[in-house]
């Protein structure tokens, strides 16, 4: 068995055959029930013949949306690439997508694209393992209709947190523009720019008090971001914009003043230490909830 990140490819989906994408959400479906879906039932479901589906399994197969196993009969689950392609082939049946573009990042709980919707857009794939699964689940009340594959459930609630975030927040503070969403995926506009991190700013104290401005905007309007650091700030040339929202907190969380503490500290110690800006934590606080 590999482990290897598997992605998604454009060709690859916009191939994907109308009987592959029938067997992809009758897979969805049923996942909720099984854990390995039965290859009968998978067949019943999709009303294909059993030569049929086999031969497109063969196909979903090869590309790393669907595993099979054997033992202990022979059944069918989707993958994350899978969930990407179905989230994809939504936005794009939609119209908001028409084209996918180069991968921008894959990281451990999303997978970044560059496309082509009204205009240039960034798609962002939501992939919630089994094992971050377990802190969303500690630290929310809802449980999954999902039980036995909680992932698909987990990244298509991280996305619609995201989605709820930008929505609420787009008109006032600098975020992307939600656009669209559709299962794990989130399209939004896309930022020309890069993180803070790989930057080098040439007015970080302007940076910084732009940052400060957001996030106190944020507070305001109900939004503590959560996992706000140089790697979440992205910069323009012109602006600076604040992404990666799913794990935003309401200032009525029991934890939100630690959060919006460690937010701040994050921004605090990186713009001192990169910058020197004189970026006292307990003022900057102040100036963001008053
Ligand atoms: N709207 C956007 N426009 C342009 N680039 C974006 C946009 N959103 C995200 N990116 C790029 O994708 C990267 C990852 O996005 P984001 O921070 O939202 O996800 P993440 O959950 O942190 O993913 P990872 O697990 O890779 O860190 C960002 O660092 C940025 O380079
Ligand atoms: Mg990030």
């Not at 392609?85 to 560059?114: F, I």
């Not at 240039?120 to 971050?132: E, P, T, W, Y």
């Not at 040439?202 to 940052?211: G, L």
Request: glycine share 6%.
């Amino acid at each position: 068995m590999h482990t290897t990140i598997m992605s998604l490819c454009a060709d690859d989906v916009r191939d994907l055959h109308r009987f592959e994408i029938k067997i992809l959400l009758a897979l969805e479906t049923l996942m909720k029930r099984y854990r390995w879906v039965p290859e009968d039932v998978l067949c019943h479901q999709t009303k294909l013949s059993m030569s049929e589906m086999n031969y497109r399994l063969g196909h979903l197969m090869g590309r790393n949306m669907v595993k099979s196993s054997s033992v202990p009969y022979k059944g069918y689950q989707m993958v994350f690439t899978g969930l990407d392609a179905l989230a994809l082939h939504g936005a794009v049946r939609k119209g908001s997508v028409t084209s996918l573009g180069c991968l921008l990042g894959v990281g451990k709980e999303a997978t970044v694209y560059e496309a082509m919707g009204m205009g240039v857009v960034a798609l962002k794939f939501h992939r919630i393992g089994q094992q971050s699964f377990q802190t969303v689940r500690r630290s929310r009340s809802y449980m999954p209709q999902y039980k036995h594959f909680p992932w698909i459930f987990a990244s298509g609630n991280s996305a619609r947190q995201e989605y709820d975030a930008l929505t609420a927040l787009h008109a006032d503070v600098s975020v992307p523009v939600p656009v669209d969403i559709n299962r794990n995926l989130v399209v939004m506009t896309f930022i020309r720019g890069l993180p803070i991190v790989q930057a080098t700013l040439e007015n970080p104290e302007d940076v910084f008090a732009e940052v400060v401005e957001n996030v106190s905007k944020a507070y305001h309007l109900g939004y503590i971001h959560g996992d706000l650091s140089e790697f979440n700030v992205m910069v323009d040339g012109k602006k600076t914009w604040l992404i990666d929202w799913p794990q935003w907190v309401d200032p009525t969380h029991p934890a939100a003043e630690e959060i919006l503490l460690r937010d701040i500290t994050n921004l605090c110690t990186y713009f001192t230490r990169k910058y020197r800006v004189d970026a006292p934590v307990e003022e900057v606080l102040a100036q963001v909830v008053g």
